[in-house]
T-cell receptor, first 115, second 112 residues
Framework: GAGVSQTPSNKVTEKGKYVELRCDPI?????LYWYRQSLGQGPEFLIY????????DSGLPNDRFFAVRPEGSVSTLKIQRTERGDSAVYLC?????????????FGEGSRLTVL | QKEVEQDPGPLSVPEGAIVSLNCTYS??????FMWYRQYSRKGPELLMY????GNKEDGRFTAQVDKSSKYISLFIRDSQPSDSATYLC????????????FGKGTMLLVSP
């Protein structure tokens, strides 16, 4: 596609439920990133993929969060046992390769609300 | 103290004004400096990218980096109502250049 595509755009769930958020990067981009943006804050890094492997997952807040990118393209962010504090906009970004420092192309985000 | 500090604003200016947006940071390892613009309910989009110290100009936008003071700036000349958005500074270190640390963002409002 022309840009980074994220689905769903909005997700409302109840505390304790499981959630999956999907990201489809720009075609040909090998690097993929997940960030989380809480209200009134800047995006915070969660995880970075180069190809199929997670090159850096140091930003994942705890073991309830997990992300995969099995074929090196689409990625899924998975959140288990959701908590109200997980409510945020989850942003996905891609770049052409890991050398393209800082030039990330962001999707519009998936807005997660945990009731 | 957060690694990157940015005044959240809002900053209100009349159309045509020169706007100055700033960030300070504490991590001396940061070497890559960026400014992103984010419209409401949209993802951030890259405006300017600078490596190490110095100035960079692109149309109405000028980015400045002063590593000795750990201070970066974005200037917008002849501001337009369409510039109304949140401006996020972001930076990364040489060893982890692919992961960005963002400021909170400054909301800019340009009135006609």
């Amino acid at each position: 596609g022309a840009g980074v595509s994220q689905t769903p755009s909005n997700k409302v769930t109840e505390k304790g439920k499981y959630v999956e958020l999907r990201c489809d990067p720009i075609s040909g981009h090998t690097a993929l990133y997940w960030y989380r943006q809480s209200l009134g804050q800047g995006p915070e890094f969660l995880i970075y993929f180069q190809g199929t492997g997670a090159a850096d997952d140091s930003g994942l807040p705890n073991d309830r969060f997990f992300a995969v990118r099995p074929e090196g393209s689409v990625s899924t962010l998975k959140i288990q046992r959701t908590e109200r504090g997980d409510s945020a906009v989850y942003l996905c970004a891609s770049s052409i390769d890991e050398e393209n420092t800082g030039e990330l192309f962001f999707g519009e985000g998936s807005r997660l609300t945990v009731l | 103290q957060k690694e990157v500090e940015q005044d959240p604003g809002p900053l209100s200016v009349p159309e045509g004004a020169i706007v100055s947006l700033n960030c300070t940071y504490s991590n001396s390892a940061f070497q890559y400096f960026m400014w992103y613009r984010q419209y409401s309910r949209k993802g951030p989009e890259l405006l300017m990218y600078t490596y190490s110290s110095g100035n960079k100009e692109d149309g109405r936008f000028t980015a400045q980096v002063d590593k000795s003071s750990k201070y970066i700036s974005l200037f917008i000349r002849d501001s337009q109502p369409s510039d109304s958005a949140t401006y996020l500074c972001a930076m990364s270190a040489k060893e982890r250049y692919s992961t960005l640390t963002f400021g909170k963002g400054t909301m800019l409002l340009v009135s006609p």
